[in-house]
């Protein structure tokens, strides 16, 4: 009789995708992750592997894998490239920012682990939590502000999956007139005008927590500086757009309340 194959020697290298593998029940054949990788926190055990597209293949190919997997955004080519060259199989999905994209991602890293039984149970749950979302009867102007230190600041424009999770929750981006992130000025802020500031939890620490940021330049002239209305999630969770997609939107639309 055969022998059974050997179990894949997998590195992750997208926070929400290692969430995905966990959740089928695959943790045990992770043997590296990215820096994103935060949850479930037995992940911080692993080797840290770098962070999306910094990542070079010596760093991946020190963890001996036999699978890399990834988001397309997660991985450059050329490395890709010298993954496969050394006889690595590399399995990089699609990720869209919307409910929709989160239950394609599922399942088709569940197909790819031959674990789609185990999907429609996965999209219950999150189906039964993203109905738990109490949206705010008028939604606040909300602006994101990615944040490490005063030196790097940066707030969210349209169509990133910040924008696409705040909507989700029931706020509006207060930032118009561009895509991507462009870095944060006291004009565009006073302009701007938000009702509420949301940043990351590390983001607001990098600032010196509330009383730091309200001493950022322009803040103070924003409703959200004079009434002190700042939001602060975990990173992951605010945007992994993953399994706890639900509660990140049910959270984020408690705290816009």
Same mark, same amino acid.
């Given at each position: ?7 894949? #020697? ?8 290692? !969430? ?5 029940? /695959? ?15 037995? *992940? %911080? ?7 999306? #597209? ?7 190919? $020190? ?22 060259? &050394?006889?690595? /199989?590399? !399995? ?12 394609? *991602?599922?399942?088709?890293? &569940? ?22 979302? #109490? ?50 000025? $006291? ?38 500086? /004079?009434?002190? /209305?700042?939001?602060?999630? %975990? ?8 399994? #706890?997609?639900?509660?990140? &939107? ?8």
């Amino acid at each position: 009789m055969a022998s059974a194959a050997p179990a894949p #020697r997998i590195v992750s290298l997208n926070g929400t995708i290692s !969430e995905i593998i966990c959740d089928l029940g /695959r943790q045990s054949q992770l043997v590296g992750v990215d820096v994103t990788s935060t949850y479930p926190a037995t *992940l %911080d055990k692993l080797p840290k592997v770098g962070h999306t #597209r910094t990542i070079s293949a010596e760093g991946v190919l $020190a963890q001996n894998p036999t699978l890399v997997i990834g988001t397309t955004e997660s991985l450059k080519s050329e490395v890709a490239a010298q993954l496969k060259s &050394a006889g690595v /199989r590399v !399995e990089l999905f699609k990720q869209t920012y919307s409910v929709e994209g989160t239950k394609q *991602l599922i399942k088709e890293v &569940a197909a790819a682990f031959g674990a789609s039984a185990q999907v429609p149970a996965l999209l219950q749950k999150l189906d039964a939590q993203l109905a738990q979302v #109490r949206k705010p009867t008028k939604a606040p102007k909300v602006l994101f502000i990615y944040a490490r230190g005063t030196g790097t600041m940066m707030v969210a424009g349209q169509g990133t999956q910040v924008e696409k999770i705040m909507q989700l929750a029931g706020g509006q981006n207060a930032a118009t007139g561009f895509t991507e992130f462009k870095p944060l000025t $006291a004009e565009a802020l006073v302009a701007a005008n938000p009702d509420v500031l949301l940043l990351f939890d590390s983001g607001l620490q990098s600032l010196g927590g509330k009383a730091g940021l309200l001493q950022v330049p322009g803040i103070a002239q924003t409703t959200a500086g /004079r009434t002190g /209305r700042v939001v602060e999630m %975990d990173g992951q969770l605010l945007t992994g757009f993953g399994p #706890r997609l639900g509660l990140a &939107a049910a959270e984020l639309a408690k705290k816009l309340q």
